[in-house]
Structures are given as structure tokens and as C-alpha cells.
């Protein structure tokens, strides 16, 4: 089992930044990517970007490049997703998520993932 928490979300104004981190616990060897998703009401969870655990390859969707970056920290079980220039269009429950599968590049899709925390609020006021 994986253990993920998320911290980080508030409130911010458009054009801000918020820094999300994703703290992961339990059987850290076993996972291969982490992800970052986030949902919108009525919408469904979306991919925002990944890295590769081991090897550190990042991918994101097109609404995060050049704005979200995404870090890892192998030695304390950490994740981070930086946000910049965030937009009202970004508001929205932030969700971290583990794939055990070993896949290059990592996953986009949500069904690949298979431990998930409980998700943070970012909310971007316009």
C-alpha cells in the first residue's frame, strides 16, 4: 500500500503562484511514476502532469506547460507541482496520484494510477 497527502492549496489571485507538495508514505519502492490530476465541479479529472520516479521524466498536458513544473525528491517521498501564472481555469480540487507500473513516459490516463490522496483546493480569483 501507498500512502499519499496532499498540502498546499488556497487561495490565490490570477497571475499568482501556489506550490503544491504531495508527501507519500507506506510502500514508497513500489511505485514508478507520480501524477498530478485535478477536478473541476462538474468535470471530469483531468491530467495536469507526471514524473518518472526513478529517472525523473516529466510530461504534462498542454495547459500546464511552460506555467506547472513538477519535481520529485526520491529521498523523502516527495513530489512537488509548482504553479505560475495560474489562471482562474486552474481552480480546482488538485489531486497526486501513484502508478506501480513501470511505463515511459509516464501515464496521462487516470486509470493508471492506482493510489490516490485525498486532494488539495487551489482556488485563482480573477
Known amino acids: 500500500q501507498v500512502q499519499l497527502e496532499e498540502s498546499g492549496g488556497g487561495l490565490v489571485q490570477a497571475g499568482g503562484s501556489l506550490r503544491l507538495s504531495c508527501a507519500a508514505s507506506?510502500?514508497?519502492?513500489?511505485?514508478?511514476?507520480m501524477g498530478w490530476f485535478r477536478q473541476a465541479p462538474g468535470k471530469e479529472r483531468e491530467f495536469v502532469g507526471a514524473?518518472?520516479?526513478?529517472?525523473?521524466?516529466?510530461v504534462y498536458a498542454d495547459s500546464a506547460k511552460g506555467r506547472f513544473t513538477i519535481s520529485g525528491d526520491n529521498a523523502k517521498n516527495t513530489a512537488s507541482l509548482q504553479m505560475n501564472s495560474l489562471e482562474p481555469e486552474d481552480t480546482a480540487v488538485y489531486y497526486c496520484?501513484?502508478?506501480?507500473?513501470?511505463?515511459?513516459?509516464?501515464?496521462?490516463?487516470?486509470?493508471?494510477?492506482?493510489?490516490w490522496g485525498q486532494g488539495t483546493q487551489v482556488t485563482v480569483s480573477s
Open positions: 507506506g510502500r514508497t519502492f513500489s511505485f514508478y511514476a
Open positions: 514524473i518518472s520516479w526513478r529517472g525523473g521524466n516529466t
Open positions: 496520484a501513484a502508478d506501480i507500473n513501470m511505463r515511459y513516459p509516464p501515464s496521462a490516463h487516470v486509470g493508471a494510477y492506482e493510489y
